[in-house]
Nanobody, 125 residues
Framework: QVQLVESGGGLVQTGGSLRLSCAASERTFSTYAMGWFRQAPGKEREFVAAFNWSGRFTYYADSVKGRFTISSDNAKNTVYLQMNSLKPEDTAVYYC??????????????????WGQGTQVTVSA
């Protein structure tokens, strides 16, 4: 069973940085491609960043491109989201998620089978 556990959220000032981590159960990366999503109060869950099926290429939402970076450490079964130049509009609960590698729709939440519990990121003005 795939388990995903996020950590690293918190309160940061505008312009600050945070690094989120998502620890996955063993062998997750051999079957699943990973992504990050976020959900602000009263809004739908939205795509943030993801790997393609091989893990070699990345996708980013336009709103975070150039500021956020997704990466992974396969030896630690962990995916990261480095967030720089944070803005108040980045405030949300951030989720990591896993989709089957055969699914070629990295930005669509419904394509992801497994989700972590989420970690709160709050950016103060």
């Amino acid at each position: 069973q795939v388990q995903l556990v996020e950590s690293g959220g918190g309160l940061v000032q505008t312009g600050g940085s945070l690094r989120l981590s998502c620890a996955a159960s063993e062998r997750t990366f051999s079957t699943y491609a990973m992504g990050w999503f976020r959900q602000a109060p009263g809004k739908e869950r939205e795509f943030v960043a993801a790997f393609n099926w091989s893990g070699r290429f990345t996708y980013y939402a336009d709103s975070v491109k150039g500021r956020f970076t997704i990466s992974s450490d396969n030896a630690k079964n962990t995916v990261y989201l480095q967030m720089n130049s944070l803005k108040p509009e980045d405030t949300a609960v951030y989720y990591c998620a896993a989709r089957l590698s055969s699914v070629a729709a990295p930005t669509v939440p419904v394509e992801y089978r497994h989700w972590g519990q989420g970690t709160q990121v709050t950016v103060s003005a």
